[in-house]
């Protein structure tokens, strides 16, 4: 899942595809790159951000997942307002990507099942203003697949299709870079939700701490592309549906060398014999 962000202060690359024609551009290098899914949003959830009117982030994004949809690409609208959904697949939309897993919004999940989209859920503790003062857990790994095994439980309830549902960890949403961790070294563990898990680091910050001194500064957003590569050989190694990258490039080479491997190990009837 390659990101498009039409926005002018997303924390990786804020104002860089902000005007119609250059997200347009760019989602179409995203899908020459070897993206399967382009996920275009126009609200930024990076810690703190302030959210754009419905009026806006329509202006954002719904011109973008027109063009992009033309030209035959598989498109998520990263989305949690129910109205930008809906215009989302009205205009072409195959899937919608709500970080808040409906929670945002109440006419989110009733719209979607009547759509009959896949719809990605993560787990969500609160809008970007408060997040970070909801990263309290006594155990990360246990509380966060309790919280997702609840709400999975209200979506198929509330008419979201099993086959159609997703689910998200929410790496950097009411975590710390500890936390952030702790799920990365339990992926295998997220197959017991029952449903394709997306996992999202790319150009997080707990990556960009990793090898800088405490009284130093993270590295760049756009410098993180190396550790978030990792990240996603991690995902496909423990067997995860889909990452969402912003460096499409080199996260399908990498990719390349783990189906590689894969397409060379022995059978269960080879390690029997």
């Known amino acids: 899942m390659g990101v498009v962000n039409v926005t002018p202060d997303s924390f990786s690359d804020g104002g860089e595809w902000f005007e ?20 275009v949003g126009g609200e930024s959830t990076r810690p703190g951000a302030e959210r754009p009117s419905v009026a806006e982030e329509l202006r954002r994004v719904i011109p973008v997942i027109e063009a992009l ?12 307002r129910a109205e930008v959904a809906g215009a989302a ?3 072409g939309a195959a899937i919608v990507n709500d970080v808040s897993g409906g929670l945002a919004d109440p006419e989110m999940v009733p719209l979607v099942a009547r759509a009959g989209r896949p719809f990605v859920a993560m787990h969500w503790r609160g809008h970007s203003t408060q997040m970070q003062s909801r990263a309290v857990y006594g155990n990360v ?7 997702l095994s609840a709400r999975r ?3 198929l ?16 949403f009411a975590k710390t870079a500890e936390h952030n961790w702790e799920l990365m070294a339990a992926l295998p563990v997220l197959h017991g939700l029952g449903h394709p898990i997306l996992l999202g680091a790319s150009r997080k910050t707990f990556l960009g701490r990793l090898g800088r001194g405490a009284d130093e500064a993270p590295r760049p957003a756009a410098e993180r592309d ?12 423990a067997g995860l549906w889909c990452v969402r990258v912003h460096d499409v490039g080199s996260t399908v080479r990498a990719l390349s060398v783990v189906q590689a491997a894969l397409d060379h190990a022995p059978s269960d009837a080879e390690d029997s014999d």
């Open 20 to 39: 119609p024609e250059a997200a347009i551009a760019h989602g179409l290098e995203v899908l020459a790159a070897g993206a399967d899914i382009v996920d």
């Open 141 to 147: 790994v246990g509380e966060v697949l309790d919280e």
């Open 157 to 172: 309830e509330a008419g979201i299709a099993p086959e159609r549902l997703v689910l998200d960890p929410g790496l950097g």
């Open 153 to 155: 439980d209200e979506l």
């Open 89 to 91: 697949v009205d205009a």
């Open 226 to 237: 190396v550790e978030t590569t990792a990240t996603s050989v991690m995902a496909a190694m």
């Open 69 to 80: 949809s033309r030209q035959g690409a598989v498109v998520s609208v990263d989305t949690m």
